[in-house]
């Protein structure tokens, strides 16, 4: 897998790799360290949910302008 994205904000952290998993080409990995606990929540996104997602950031962003 390679990352394609990496945000790091203490606590937090965000990435988006790319996978061989069929039928989802990205990962979005998020992950939360506090309290001495590490959580981690993956999800597998297909293309179209990907699309999606960068659909409504950059939404966001125009109406930012």
């Known amino acids: ?8 904000r203490d606590p937090k952290t965000l990435e988006i790799e790319t996978t061989n998993r069929d039928g989802f ?3 979005m990995v998020i992950t939360l360290k506090k309290l001495g ?5 993956d999800y597998f996104l297909s293309s179209e949910e990907a699309e999606g997602l960068m659909k409504a950031l950059d939404r966001e962003k125009g109406l930012s302008k």
């Open 1 to 8: 897998m390679a990352t394609l994205l990496h945000i790091a």
């Open 25 to 27: 080409p990205f990962r």
């Open 37 to 41: 606990q590490v959580s981690m929540l």
